[in-house]
């Protein structure tokens, strides 16, 4: 089956700085990867996701770059904010499948 | 709010013992999820269900059940439980034929258990 790791595990940046988290997968046939964001005691949150036709997509301030021939994918945070403070899973599926495989999480602390 | 209820928020139980967790997805959503997420853990994927038929299942121990009733809502039943039982249980539901992120989950609040 599908696995996905995930780097670093912990990440803490100063304020304005970017962050970056790196994963990768192992099933070659998995073409859909979304990013959630956890907040401490709340629950994930789909923040942005990238399909494999597409090599990169972003949304203001977090983007996502896809490498299908590598079989890896990050999640860039440019300008972090406090409330970028969270935990962030990276995960990996067949579009058409069932099942959605999640990497280990990575701790972003954001200093002011 | 997702949407996604999930009941009992939390519970303390002895081990041996057995619990049922609950789950009433978003209106419409077909397909239920259940992840455990130990404490610093990341999400493990335990079952999942699609209009009342099994789908997927990942690494759910066989002292666990699940399924899922006519009116969609999904039971998580773990029995014998051991102290390493004690997590976080999320549910997350989705509807696949739905536009922007076609596969998008959302998850409940999480049933938290502790397993003394």
């Known amino acids: 089956g599908e696995n996905v790791e995930q780097h670093p595990s912990t990440l803490s940046v100063q304020e304005g700085d970017s962050a970056v988290i790196k994963c990768t997968y192992s099933d070659s046939a998995s073409n859909y990867f979304p990013w959630y964001k956890q907040e401490l005691g709340k629950r994930p949150q789909l923040i942005i996701d990238?399909?494999?036709?597409?090599g990169e997509k972003k949304d203001q301030r977090i983007a996502v770059t896809l490498n299908k021939t590598a079989k890896h994918f990050s999640l860039h945070i440019t300008e972090t904010q406090p409330e970028d403070s969270a935990v962030y899973f990276c995960?990996?599926?067949?579009?058409?499948?069932?099942?959605?495989?999640f990497g280990g999480g990575t701790r972003v602390l954001v200093k002011p | 709010d997702s949407g996604v209820t999930q009941t009992p928020k939390h519970l303390i139980t002895a081990t041996g013992q057995r619990v049922t967790l609950r789950c009433s997805p978003r209106?419409?959503?077909?397909?239920v999820y259940w992840y455990q997420q130990s404490l610093d853990q990341g999400l493990q994927f335990l079952i999942q269900?699609?209009?009342?038929?099994?789908?997927a299942k990942g690494n759910i121990l066989e002292r666990f059940s699940a399924q899922q009733f006519p009116d969609l809502h999904s039971e998580l039943n773990l029995s014998s439980l051991e102290l390493g039982d004690s997590a976080l249980y999320f549910c997350?539901?989705?509807?696949?034929?739905?536009?922007?992120?076609?596969?998008?989950?959302?998850f409940g609040e999480g049933s938290r258990l502790t397993v003394l």
């Open positions: 269900y699609y209009n009342g038929e099994e789908r």
């Open positions: 995960a990996a599926s067949i579009v058409a499948g069932n099942k959605l495989t």
């Open positions: 209106s419409g959503d077909l397909s």
């Open positions: 990238i399909r494999s036709n597409v």
């Open positions: 997350a539901s989705s509807d696949r034929s739905s536009g922007g992120a076609p596969w998008e989950l959302f």
